[in-house]
Structure formats: C-alpha cells, structure tokens
C-alpha cells in the first residue's frame, strides 16, 4: 500500500469526508490496480486473520505491533453484537495500556501529543484532550493572579487554587485547570489542602462508589466517593483538594 503512515490516513479522511477504512479500501486498489470487490475480500481476510488469532491472543500478552493484548478477542464480540467499535470497547482498551504498558504515546489527528508513562498521562496530562480521554477529569476555568516557581494561584468561580503549570503564566493569563474526581474530599485531611466552595446538584450510585455532581457558577465539578452518607441536593459544599493534584493545561 502507499499510505505510509496513519497521519496520511487521517488527513485523507478529514480532506475527502471519509471513514478510515474506505480511505484503505481506495488506496489498496489503487497501489494493487485490483475491483472493489477484489480489494473488500482481501481486507475481510485480513479481518478474519484478527479473529482467529483472539484464541491465543489473550490479556496476558503483548503484540509485536504494539497493540494491548485481548484486543483480538474484544474486536470479535463486538463485532458479533454489531456494535461500533466504541465507547466501552475504548474504555477498556485504555484501561488494559494503562495497566501494561511501560510508555504510552497519544495521538490526536495523527501526531503525538504527549508521551510518557501511564502514570504520568494520567497525572499530569499536557492539555484537556489527554486528561478526558484518558479518565475522568474535572475542568475548572480561571485567571492567573501570581505565577512562582511553577506554581499558578488562580482565581476561579469556586475560589483560589494552586496548581502546577508547564510553562510561565504572566498575570491575568486565562487558563483551565484539571484535577480528577478521585482526588476531591469532603473533609479536610491534612493542613495543605485547598477550597472549593461549590453548590450539589444530585448524584449517581455506581455500586462501588457515588458520583456527586458539584457546580460554582458555570463550572461543574465531579466527585468520586465509596460508602457516602446520604446528601442533600441543593446544599451548599466546601470541598477540598491537594494543590499537588491540581494542574494547569496548554491550550
């Protein structure tokens, strides 16, 4: 084939309106000079190659190619169902690299956004995109008051907040902050911690934990927690946060 990497392929569906594989469907019989029809057995060959390898394909090895083991299997019980390969099937594929792999790279479009360990993705995600698509994140937008020795303070609708930045911010800067919602506690558990003053709107039980939904003026915020007492919508909060676990994204 002539397409030499996934950005070209990216690019060509973005510039035709095309799904990724009627772009390869084209290329392949353009490159080979074979029938749609000739070039569609060949890719469903190759697709049944994929399935009947998911029988030794398993969670517990990695591919040569790179792709998270299990991923075989995954593909043909979605594939059964008919389902779109979305959703909570990228769900668990995110979750099974995070768990295995030693260093992750993220593409958006085609090109490496951030590359690093799970951990640090996670952690310390270089803009929204990353921190979303990688879990659950709470997006807070602010104005830089102060910038020293990395450190942000941030006025925003639910208080002042420190948060770690990747570059200098100058003064009446407008940034987002990202924290996750396992990271937010209703009681103050040690004398560092930070306040944000917010307004409950309801929650979701999930069995092995509550969703509680916050917001402080147009920001919502989400907060993670496991055995909750009941609460009252409507309440007023103050919440808290480490200031370690805060950070400010790039644009």
Request: charged share 25%; hydrophobic share 40%; aromatic share 8%.
């Amino acid at each position: 084939m002539s397409l030499d990497s996934m950005k070209e392929i990216f690019d060509l569906m973005a510039e035709k309106g095309k799904p990724f594989w009627e772009v390869v469907l084209e290329d392949d019989m353009e490159t080979r000079q074979v029938t749609r029809n000739q070039s569609m057995a060949k890719m469903l060959t190759t697709w049944q190659a994929m399935v009947d390898a998911a029988d030794s394909y398993t969670g517990q090895k990695r591919s040569v190619s790179g792709l998270v083991g299990g991923d075989g299997m995954k593909m043909r019980q979605y594939c059964i169902r008919g389902e779109a390969m979305s959703g909570g099937y990228v769900s668990e594929v995110i979750a099974e690299a995070l768990s295995m792999a030693d260093r992750i790279a993220v593409l958006d479009k085609g090109n490496v956004v951030q590359l690093g360990t799970p951990r640090q993705l996670y952690r310390r995600p270089v803009n929204e995109f990353i921190a979303g698509f990688l879990g659950d994140a709470n997006f807070i937008r602010g104005k830089v008051v102060s910038f020293e020795n990395g450190i942000a303070e941030v006025a925003c609708s639910c208080g002042i907040l420190h948060a770690s930045a990747f570059g200098k911010l100058a003064p009446g800067t407008e940034v987002t902050l990202m924290m996750r919602p396992e990271h937010i506690r209703f009681e103050k558990s040690s004398a560092g911690m930070e306040e944000l003053r917010c307004v409950l709107k309801g929650g979701s039980y999930l069995g092995d934990r509550t969703e509680w939904q916050f917001f402080s003026v147009n920001d919502a915020v989400t907060v993670f927690e496991v055995d909750p007492p009941h609460r009252e919508p409507g309440s007023e909060w103050t919440l808290y946060v480490d200031p370690s676990k805060v950070i400010v994204l790039n644009d």
